[in-house]
């Protein structure tokens, strides 16, 4: 299967504690988003990188937040001191960054914080 | 900020019957992607709509970009119940750099 890839698929966590999650895009892609998705809701941006830059970041993105993409092919996303409101399913999709910008998801990371 | 804004919100129908729904925006679009995602999942990709008053069908499924590129609408003819789900659509402007997805259509196919 050459689709995107998150692990974990669930994670149940303390408040306070640190998570990382992890996505493995589509390997041509150059690419990849981080959003976070509540009940009911689409999609909300969190950041994008092409390649390993990290070029933008929304103003969701608290400082307890950081995603890296150190060669431009996996990346992580760290949520430090957990909160109750962290509570979301976290989405990574990819793309070719042409000019549709067609993304491809990930099955998601549920997160779930105590 | 661009925003695209679905409707409606929630549609609950019967095995059988024919349904569309929208999404709206005042920002003009490069691209329009629509995407279905089942609890739990992450959203597939249905299609992507890249010219003005571009028509694309998916079996059961029609798609529509409309001729400013700024709305689309999707229709769903003789709906199953494998239908269920929430349907999402997303623009993208070159300008911007990114997509902007709506808050979607959730949508339930009743036997």
């Known amino acids: 299967d050459t689709g995107v890839s998150q692990d974990p698929r669930h994670k149940i966590t303390k408040r306070g504690q640190n998570v990382t999650f992890r996505c493995d895009p589509i390997s041509e892609h150059n690419r990849l988003y981080w959003y976070r998705q509540t009940l009911g809701q689409g999609p909300e941006f969190l950041t994008y990188f092409q390649n390993e830059a990290q070029l933008e970041k929304s103003r969701l993105l608290s400082d307890r937040f950081s995603a890296e993409r150190p060669k431009g092919s996996f990346s992580t996303l760290e949520i430090q001191r957990t909160e109750q409101g962290d509570s979301a399913m976290y989405l990574c999709?990819?793309?070719?960054?042409?000019?549709?910008?067609?993304?491809?998801f990930g099955p998601g990371t549920r997160l779930t914080v105590l | 900020t661009q925003l695209l804004e679905q409707s409606p919100q929630f549609l609950s129908i019967q095995e059988g019957e024919n349904l569309t729904v929208y999404c709206n925006s005042s920002s003009v679009f490069s691209s329009l992607q629509w995407y279905r995602q089942e609890p739990g999942e992450g959203p597939v990709l249905l299609v992507t709509v890249v010219t003005g008053g571009e028509v694309k069908k998916l079996k059961r499924l029609t798609f529509q970009f409309g001729d400013a590129r700024k709305d689309s609408s999707l229709h769903i003819t003789a709906a199953q119940p494998g239908d269920t789900g929430l349907y999402l659509c997303?623009?993208?402007?070159?300008?911007?750099?990114?997509?902007?997805f709506g808050d979607g259509t959730t949508l339930t196919v009743k036997p």
């Open positions: 997303a623009g993208f402007n070159t300008n911007a750099g990114k997509s902007t």
């Open positions: 999709a990819s793309s070719s960054g042409l000019y549709t910008d067609t993304q491809y």
